[in-house]
């Protein structure tokens, strides 16, 4: 009987406590609203008072947010489960431009979900991840200058009808990943079409592939990536949009804004950073 | 607070989601509700092979995660000429994958009803799949109800993996609305309410039967 009451207690306690910690967490969000929970528990110091900076310098590496499903931006190689592509490239000369050394780096997985918000709670220090500068996005976080020149367009069946965006009319499915710049043009520039939006690049082309669509839409660069992987799929010749990909930091990083715009105009004017487009994309910069 | 202009703004999203997400997980309740009795029915059947057959079923399907099984819809159908939408691969992912339960739980329903049932059936003349039909099962339904309630509120969860495929349902757009408007907590505190506004009824439905049936037993 005794042993029985004493669980009872012991249960009732700990749905007490649940509950106030889903109450805690419930107010505490709400107020916060961008959710800066990881700030406090994980980095230590007094945000405000530090610069982002500082905090790489004093940690000794910097910790960038890439993808890691990027076919020549940023891909883990299975084989070396190295991540590697222009983005890498870029990120790890920014690590020697603020540490002297590029191999003072901290790759963590993005993707176009869960990039901001994982910038934003202190995860990560700046996101070089293909994305895209848009006045929206301006809105929470902060870009460099551009340092790629993407334009979306679209990939298909090798002996597909489609050659344009004005291919794209009624009953023709268009797949691309949540989150993306992508998804929001082609609704707008074909409004008629049926766009599926996928977890990622990959699933969206595993689903192409499938035949649950009849072209993939995002930028130029990532399709070339995409055909270069399954010869039974080409990148239609139209771009229907610009694209500037862009270095983003958090709101007010100024500094670490400076370091990155001055890092770029050196990687450009030093030839480097033609080195680094040849190598991923196989063919020079336009300008 | 919780920030409502989100909601309204993008009601119609939300509402396309729900009434996706509804319709897929009815479908999938009726369906899975009569392959998994079908499937307990073979498990138990005096008939080798179909019992086989049924424990096959139940061990391969409930073993692999839901997610698989609906990529194989999706993505792996394709490769033999069958190409479903994204909502009925999902939708048929789940009833495949929620009917190895639910044949697990009627089996356990229909174990419990005695022994002499069965015999007094078949030694009145009347033939197994009749003395199933009009005897064994109307008894085993009665305690399998609470079990089942489990299964179809996991159900109606579940039905998120369609968002995975673009299955147009509630965890989807959530998705879609959370990039757009780059607000995570709040955009997925609306789906969890909608998800309520479909379990919640459902346990309490489950709840009320229960009670009825316990009073007619």
Same mark, same amino acid.
């Given at each position: 009987?005794?042993?029985?009451?004493?669980?009872?207690?012991?249960?009732?306690?700990?749905?007490?406590?649940?509950?106030?910690?889903?109450?805690?967490?419930?107010?505490?969000?709400?107020?916060?609203?961008?959710?800066?929970?990881?700030?406090?528990?994980?980095?230590?110091?007094?945000?405000?008072?530090?610069?982002?900076?500082?905090?790489?310098?004093?940690?000794?590496?910097?910790?960038?947010?890439?993808?890691?499903?990027?076919?020549?931006?940023?891909?883990?190689?299975?084989?070396?489960?190295?991540?590697?592509?222009?983005?890498?490239?870029?990120?790890?000369?920014?690590?020697?431009?603020?540490?002297?050394?590029?191999?003072?780096?901290?790759?963590?997985?993005?993707?176009?979900?869960?990039?901001?918000?994982?910038?934003?709670?202190?995860?990560?220090?700046?996101?070089?991840?293909?994305?895209?500068?848009?006045?929206?996005?301006?809105?929470?976080?902060?870009?460099?200058?551009?340092?790629?020149?993407?334009?979306?367009?679209?990939?298909?069946?090798?002996?597909?009808?489609?050659?344009?965006? +004005?291919?794209? +009319?009624?009953?023709?499915?268009?797949?691309?990943?949540?989150?993306?710049?992508?998804?929001?043009?082609?609704?707008?520039?074909?409004?008629?079409?049926?766009?599926?939006?996928?977890?990622?690049?990959?699933?969206?082309?595993?689903?192409?592939?499938?035949?649950?669509?009849?072209?993939?839409?995002?930028?130029?660069?990532?399709?070339?990536?995409?055909?270069?992987?399954?010869?039974?799929?080409?990148?239609?010749?139209?771009?229907?949009?610009?694209?500037?990909?862009?270095?983003?930091?958090? +709101?007010?990083?100024?500094?670490?804004?400076?370091?990155?715009?001055?890092?770029?105009?050196?990687?450009?004017?030093?030839?480097?950073?033609?080195?680094?487009?040849?190598?991923?994309?196989?063919?020079?910069? +336009?300008? | 607070?919780?920030?409502?202009?989100?909601?309204?703004?993008?009601?119609?999203?939300?509402?396309?989601?729900?009434?996706?997400?509804?319709?897929?997980?009815?479908?999938?309740?009726?369906?899975?509700?009569?392959?998994?009795?079908?499937?307990?029915?073979?498990?138990?059947?005096?008939?080798?092979?179909?019992?086989?057959?049924?424990?096959?079923?139940?061990?391969?399907?409930?073993?692999?995660?839901?997610?698989?099984?609906?990529?194989?819809?999706?993505?792996?159908?394709?490769?033999?000429?069958?190409?479903?939408?994204?909502?009925?691969?999902?939708?048929?992912?789940?009833?495949?994958?929620?009917?190895?339960?639910?044949?697990?739980?009627?089996?356990?329903?229909?174990?419990?009803?005695?022994?002499?049932?069965?015999?007094?059936?078949?030694?009145?003349?009347?033939?197994?799949?009749?003395?199933?039909?009009?005897?064994?099962?109307?008894?085993?339904?009665?305690?399998?109800?609470?079990?089942?309630?489990?299964?179809?509120?996991?159900?109606?969860?579940?039905?998120?993996?369609?968002?995975?495929?673009?299955?147009?349902?509630?965890?989807?757009?959530?998705?879609?609305?959370?990039?757009?408007?780059?607000?995570?907590?709040?955009?997925?505190?609306?789906?969890?309410?909608?998800?309520?506004?479909?379990?919640?009824?459902?346990?309490?439905?489950?709840?009320?039967?229960?009670?009825?049936?316990?009073?007619?037993?």
């Amino acid at each position: 009987m005794n042993l029985k009451n004493m669980w009872k207690k012991i249960i009732g306690i700990g749905l007490a406590t649940m509950l106030s910690a889903i109450a805690l967490v419930g107010c505490s969000s709400s107020e916060t609203s961008t959710g800066s929970k990881e700030n406090d528990s994980k980095t230590t110091e007094a945000p405000a008072t530090e610069s982002t900076l500082d905090k790489i310098k004093e940690r000794g590496k910097l910790i960038v947010g890439v993808k890691y499903d990027l076919n020549l931006f940023g891909l883990k190689n299975p084989q070396t489960g190295e991540v590697e592509g222009f983005d890498i490239d870029i990120a790890k000369g920014l690590a020697k431009k603020i540490l002297g050394d590029e191999n003072k780096i901290e790759l963590k997985e993005v993707t176009s979900k869960t990039r901001i918000p994982m910038l934003n709670n202190g995860e990560i220090d700046a996101i070089i991840a293909t994305m895209t500068i848009t006045e929206e996005r301006k809105k929470e976080v902060d870009f460099s200058d551009v340092y790629f020149m993407a334009g979306q367009s679209l990939l298909v069946k090798k002996d597909s009808k489609i050659n344009s965006i +004005k291919d794209i +009319k009624k009953g023709v499915t268009v797949l691309t990943a949540k989150g993306s710049t992508s998804a929001q043009n082609i609704r707008e520039k074909a409004p008629e079409a049926t766009v599926l939006e996928f977890e990622n690049y990959a699933e969206a082309f595993t689903a192409l592939k499938a035949g649950q669509g009849d072209a993939l839409t995002t930028d130029n660069a990532l399709l070339y990536g995409m055909a270069k992987q399954d010869p039974n799929y080409r990148v239609v010749d139209e771009t229907f949009t610009e694209e500037p990909y862009g270095i983003a930091v958090r +709101k007010g990083d100024q500094e670490l804004l400076n370091v990155i715009n001055e890092y770029l105009k050196e990687l450009k004017a030093s030839g480097e950073y033609d080195k680094i487009y040849e190598k991923w994309i196989g063919e020079k910069p +336009k300008q | 607070m919780l920030n409502y202009s989100i909601l309204i703004e993008h009601w119609d999203m939300y509402m396309q989601g729900f009434t996706n997400t509804l319709k897929s997980s009815f479908l999938a309740l009726i369906s899975s509700l009569a392959l998994g009795t079908i499937i307990a029915v073979f498990r138990i059947a005096p008939v080798r092979p179909l019992n086989w057959l049924g424990t096959a079923y139940v061990e391969f399907i409930r073993n692999i995660p839901l997610i698989l099984i609906v990529f194989v819809f999706f993505v792996g159908l394709p490769t033999i000429g069958i190409r479903l939408d994204s909502f009925t691969a999902g939708t048929l992912g789940l009833t495949v994958y929620t009917a190895a339960f639910i044949a697990e739980v009627i089996r356990a329903g229909i174990l419990a009803v005695p022994k002499g049932q069965m015999e007094a059936g078949r030694s009145s003349g009347l033939t197994y799949l009749q003395t199933m039909r009009y005897i064994i099962l109307p008894q085993a339904i009665k305690m399998v109800i609470p079990p089942l309630g489990n299964q179809f509120i996991n159900l109606v969860k579940n039905s998120s993996v369609l968002g995975v495929i673009a299955g147009l349902d509630l965890m989807y757009f959530g998705d879609l609305i959370s990039s757009e408007t780059f607000v995570t907590f709040d955009v997925y505190i609306f789906v969890a309410m909608f998800y309520l506004i479909l379990t919640v009824p459902l346990s309490l439905g489950v709840g009320f039967l229960e009670r009825r049936l316990a009073r007619s037993r």
